[in-house]
């Protein structure tokens, strides 16, 4: 019968010098750990501030009709996107039709009427000249007449003389009476001839003066009514254009509160588009984040609907003038017992690099989280 074998001895329930290494080994991983975030926060963490307090934000573009009109035809939609100058709805244009064709017969009257004036012009310089020739004749008849007069005078005398004779018979003196008065009131109509025809001269040379001030230093394309046409044919042919809306800039629709045959007023909004290649991001910094920060300074961003693999790169560009709730609508107000400090925040807004919006494309209001390299102004 076989003897059973000895059963062998428990192991020690610890073994001092393994604990020791396993507590060395942890001690040293501990430490290599804070060594670590140390030297993180030391070396990378202090060079960056960061928040996910952040949100895609655009200058979102206002489409308002210039002129009023009622919509006869919508090209666009809401999320549609729209390339700069692209049609987005059309205005009943028989109105502004109706203005310009009376502007071009306004125009082409003010173009007749200045013709005329210069027509007139050259017809009253003739008249001038006219008046001036019938100065003329109305001096020679002065000069005859007073000739007349010089024969009537002697013929006069010499009468007078022989009726004391009796060599004149009283018939004969009396007719050279007759004929001397006769003279002497022909001299005087035709001293008024000359009178007469000196005004009409002078009144024809202010005529033609009053017309000249009209057209002198103008032509027909420069005369005041004229350009006054023009500048109202030219209003009407732009609210004409303008019944044809187009988009002001590149990018998304959104916001269209219109609908075809809604009438809309000049200035009224119509739609927004909002421009998804220029976007930036407003990141809300706390206040004491933003010793370091300053324009300029590279930033790195990353959002929710892409993840975090995807990496936008940016650049501040500025800083807002005032926090949120001091342009609150209701500010706070601290004067009291109870006051509590609240730490506050700071827009700080980062413009985005145009290369990773089109290939990574974003939406406003969406959240990001941004970090600032400050290392720069340390």
Do not use: C
């Amino acid at each position: 019968m076989d003897t059973p074998s000895p059963t062998p001895a428990p192991a020690d329930h610890a073994n001092p010098g393994r604990r020791k290494r396993l507590l060395l080994i942890f001690a040293a991983i501990v430490g290599l750990l804070a060594l670590g975030y140390w030297l993180y926060d030391t070396v990378i963490a202090s060079k960056r501030v960061g928040t996910d307090n952040a949100y895609v934000a655009a200058e979102v573009a206002q489409v308002t009709p210039l002129v009023a009109g009622q919509v006869v035809e919508l090209t666009v939609s809401d999320t549609q996107p729209v390339r700069r100058g692209q049609v987005l709805m059309r205005l009943d244009d028989a109105d502004q039709k109706i203005a310009v064709a009376q502007a071009q017969a306004e125009l082409a009257t003010a173009e007749r009427r200045y013709g005329q004036t210069a027509a007139t012009g050259a017809a009253l310089q003739a008249q001038a000249d006219a008046r001036g020739a019938d100065i003329g004749s109305a001096e020679a008849q002065l000069t005859v007449a007073r000739g007349n007069l010089t024969r009537a005078e002697t013929d006069y005398r010499r009468r007078q003389a022989l009726s004391g004779e009796g060599a004149v018979s009283g018939e004969e003196l009396t007719a050279a009476t007759n004929a001397l008065s006769t003279a002497r009131a022909n001299v005087a109509l035709a001293e008024a001839g000359v009178a007469q025809a000196r005004a009409n001269r002078v009144s024809a040379q202010r005529e033609r003066a009053a017309n000249t001030a009209l057209t002198e230093g103008t032509t027909q394309a420069t005369a005041p009514e004229v350009l006054a046409a023009r500048a109202k044919l030219a209003q009407a042919q732009l609210d004409l254009e303008r019944t044809v809306v187009r988009a002001p800039i590149a990018g998304v629709v959104a916001q269209r509160n219109v609908q075809i045959g809604q009438r809309v007023a000049a200035g009224a909004v119509a739609m927004a588009i909002v421009p998804v290649e220029r976007l930036y991001v407003d990141a809300n910094y706390k206040e004491g984040q933003l010793q370091h920060v300053r324009i300029g300074q590279p930033a790195t961003l990353t959002s929710d609907l892409h993840g975090g693999d995807v990496v936008y790169h940016g650049r501040v560009v500025g800083l807002a003038g005032g926090t949120g709730s001091a342009f609150a609508l209701i500010p706070a107000q601290n004067a009291t017992g109870n006051w509590i400090k609240v730490v506050q925040r700071l827009p700080v807004r980062i413009a985005l690099d145009p290369k990773d919006l089109r290939a990574h494309p974003l939406r406003v209001g969406l959240s990001m989280d941004a970090e600032i390299d400050i290392s720069g102004d340390r």
